[in-house]
Every structure is written in C-alpha cells, then in structure tokens.
C-alpha cells in the first residue's frame, strides 16, 4: 500500500515536466505549446497511437496491452488548461506569462496521467486498451464537450471513464470520492430589463430600470429559500449589474449576470423556470419588460455507482483502506467531465494536495508530492479493470 516502485524511477522527470507547464500556461483552447508537449513525450514514451486535435486542442493517446482477450477498452481523462490569473506564489516555477496561471492544478493532472501512460506503454502488463485523453478548456470552455462531439468515444468506445482532480485540504497520500451527484451544473444567467430613460429631475417620465433591477435581486434570493425543497442544494449568484453612464440621467436598460448551480438536473429546470417567471412579473409590474437568456455549461457532475467502487478499490490497494474516504461531500463547483460521464459509465476522485490555497487562488499550488500518488492510483485502476490474461 504505497507509491509503486516505477514511479521513484520517474518522479525527477516528472517533476521538472509539471514545473514547466506550470511555467507556460494556457487558457481554454489555447493549449497548442501544451497538447504539443504532451503528444511528443507520449510519443517518446512509445504510446501506440497519439491523435492530436480533438476537440480542437486536446490529444488522445492509444495504448494496447499485451493481450485483448477480454475487448475492453477504458478511458482516463486529464484536463490541461489554465486561468486568467496573476500567479503569487513566488516559486521558482511561477508563471512567466502574465495574467495567466496554473492555479486549478491542471498542470499536475495532466503530468499524473502522462507519467501513468508511459509506464502502462512500457509494462503493457494488462489486456484490452487504454485511451488517455488529455482536454483542453475545462475552466469554462466546454472542451470535455467538444473533445465528444468531435467523435472521441465513437472512435474509441470505452466501457468505462475515470477522471481525477487534487483537492486541497486534504493530506498527500489521501483520497475522497462518493457515488452520485458530486458536482454542480453550471449556467449562466443574462437579465435584460428594458425601462424608459430620461432625465433624473423627472423620474416621473421615465420608467427606471433600476428599482426593477434593486427589486429583482432581491426576489432572485427566495429561488433557493422559498422554491426548492430543503434537502435539494441550488444557489443562485447574480454577480454583475451594469445601468447608464451619467449621474444625472436615469437609464434605458439595465442588465444582471450571474450563476445558477445545482446538483440535481431537475432542480436546475425548476430554478430555471422560477427565475424566469419572477424577472418577467416583476418588471411588468414596473412598466418595464424583462427578459432572462439562461445559457446552460455544464451539466451536473454524477458519479456511476458501480464505477465509483471500482475506483475507490484502486485508491484502497494504493493508499490503503483507512486513507480514501468513501464520503465526499458534494460541491457547487462545476466540472465538465460531467459531459464524459453522461456518455460513459465512470467516476471522479479527489486526491490530497496537502495544505495549499485554496483552487483558483493566486497563491495555488500543486504540490509535486502528489504525483506519484496519483501515476499508482491509475496505474492500480488499470492493472485491477484490465486484468492480465
């Protein structure tokens, strides 16, 4: 129980590799010098087939077991792309391109699943095949999305699909992952309200979209007290409000932005359409008129109960049975490999990034103790789902 004995061998090489994407992050579909690094060290690794531009930016690699007895093929999915922050931490490391940062962990994810791949091309010690799939924009981008509708599990079916992510918090050497609803949907919600502006010292000729707006935000925070059932999780987040441009003259429009997540697909329908109902009555009441485009991303993240089992077994056999904890409270947070899993049978597990900032946070790390953890997690998922014939 413990990290396995190739790892040891790698981790100097892997390292260096993590700290140089760290080094040059980039954002959403822009991960050209990135997909590239990552399709020639699996090239050099002698991974079996690599296919770049899936989904645009994002690489596959094919590796193939000694023997495909059994047909089986598994999927398992890093992310590789950044955020557009101004990275803080002062390590030798940081960022060198400005207003852009590796602060998700992305670059060690992607650095767990390569140091896996080429242990796994080398070994070949299992039956059946292994695609990894390296994607491109998670923060925001949909890439999960678009790597599938570019034909990523038609021409390589997995029977099943495992993602990892590091959670910080929680010690090196641990994981967590529950079966069901991990993670929420996220969309993004546009409120236009359209009054009659004119001049300040007559209000009464106007029809000021910002009592409207005032009126709204308000109402907006009884969707998730007063509308969804108690035991459901749903938050609404208006973020943003944008109205005029002079102090003395009451504005035309007024526009809100804002998130709305939930962890039940049912419930994201219900404060959809409660949302919508309120903002139209409301500015109609005022004279005004009011219009909600609801744009949804990401779907919510669920968890395969067969397939999260099957992971935590792996996680158990690695980090031993007392240090994966079979109950992970589910989050708000999106995550777009809530698109893979409504394709494919599969999980999410979390593993420990020790006592760093938190996710999105300028002084974020991912802590190079973790790696070897997680190359034995997939390696151990692969060796118990694709057992040698």
């Known amino acids: ?18 700290r140089d994407l760290h080094q040059n992050p980039e954002l959403l579909y822009d991960t050209v010098r990135t997909a590239a690094t990552v399709a020639e060290a699996l090239r050099a690794a002698g991974v079996d087939e690599v296919v770049e531009g899936i989904g645009r930016t994002g690489v596959v690699g094919v590796i193939h077991g000694h023997s495909n007895k059994s047909g089986r093929m598994i999927g398992l999915r890093a992310d590789m792309d950044a955020l557009p922050i101004n990275e803080a931490t002062g390590k030798p490391w940081a960022s060198k391109v400005p207003g852009k940062m590796h602060a998700c962990g992305h670059d060690g994810h992607t ?31 949909a890439g999960a999305r678009a790597m599938i509708e570019d034909g990523l599990f038609t021409r390589w079916p997995c029977n099943e699909v495992y993602g990892m992510h590091n959670r ?16 929420g949907s996220v969309d993004e919600v546009r ?5 009659r502006g004119g001049h300040a010292a007559k209000p009464n000729e106007t ?19 007063r509308t969804i059932d108690p035991m459901d999780n749903a938050v609404v987040s208006l973020c943003t409000m944008q109205a ?34 309120l903002v139209e009555n409301i500015a109609s009441g005022f004279g005004a008129t009011g219009k909600v485009d609801y744009i949804r991303h ?16 792996a996680a158990q056999e690695v980090a031993g049975v007392d240090r994966v904890d079979l109950e992970m409270a589910p989050v708000l947070g999106g995550e777009d490999f809530s698109f893979m899993l409504n394709e494919v049978p599969g999980a999410m597990i979390n593993i420990g990034n020790g006592p760093s900032a938190g996710l999105h946070h300028p002084e974020y790390d991912f802590d190079d103790d973790v790696i070897g953890w997680g190359c034995s997690y997939w390696t151990t998922l692969v060796r118990q789902r694709l057992p040698a014939a």
């Open 111 to 141: 650095t767990m699943l390569l140091g896996a791949a080429k242990h796994l091309a080398q070994s070949r010690a299992f039956d059946g095949t292994v695609i990894v799939i390296f994607q491109p924009a998670e923060e925001g981008g």
């Open 298 to 313: 990401y779907p919510v993240t669920v968890n395969h109960e067969r397939e999260t089992d099957l992971a935590a077994q």
């Open 1 to 18: 129980m413990a990290i396995e004995n190739w790892v040891g061998k790698e981790l100097e090489t892997l390292t260096a590799f993590r």
């Open 168 to 183: 910080p918090g929680m010690p090196v050497g641990e994981f967590t992952i529950a079966p069901g609803p991990i993670m």
């Open 191 to 195: 409120i236009t309200i359209e009054g």
């Open 244 to 277: 005029g441009n002079a102090f003395n003259v009451i504005p035309q429009t007024a526009e809100i932005t804002g998130t709305v997540r939930a962890l039940r697909e049912e419930v994201r329908d219900q404060v959809e359409a409660r949302l919508k109902s």
């Open 207 to 225: 029809i000021d979209p910002l009592p409207v707006a005032a009126t709204i935000i308000q109402s907006v925070q009884t969707i998730a007290s």
